[in-house]
């Protein structure tokens, strides 16, 4: 498959060219809001913050995530339960090494 050109700086990012979060908070969300509803439940990604300058009380700011809190299995609306945790990365990012290598082999148009 080839990429288009014109997106080549956003499909080679990598954390050298992008804000990494420092934390990361996950939510643990059901399909169950109605009869018709399928009774998934998992793990959904709720929120990203940098450290430094920012809007939110500390001085973190938010970083741009996909939190679309829709069901993977039937589409439908999910519902956020009380289960959540914050996460901070591990100084050993180790096991990230062989993914960042597939962005080596992408082909442009
Ligand atoms: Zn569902």
Redesign the pocket.
């Known amino acids: 498959m080839k990429y288009p050109r014109r997106f080549k700086p956003l499909l080679e990012s990598s954390t050298e060219t992008v804000r990494p979060p420092d934390r990361l908070t996950a939510v643990f969300a059901v399909?169950a809001v109605d009869d018709s509803?399928?009774?998934?439940g998992g793990w959904m990604l709720e929120g990203a913050a940098a450290s430094g300058e920012g809007e939110i009380p500390g001085g973190e700011r938010h970083l741009p995530i996909c939190d679309v809190q829709v069901?993977?299995?039937?589409?439908?609306q999910?519902f956020r339960t009380a289960a959540r945790r914050v996460y901070s990365p591990s100084t050993d990012q180790s096991a990230l090494l062989a993914s960042d290598a597939a962005a080596a082999d992408l082909e442009y148009e």
């Open positions: 399909c509803a399928c009774g998934w069901c993977p299995r039937c589409g439908r999910t």
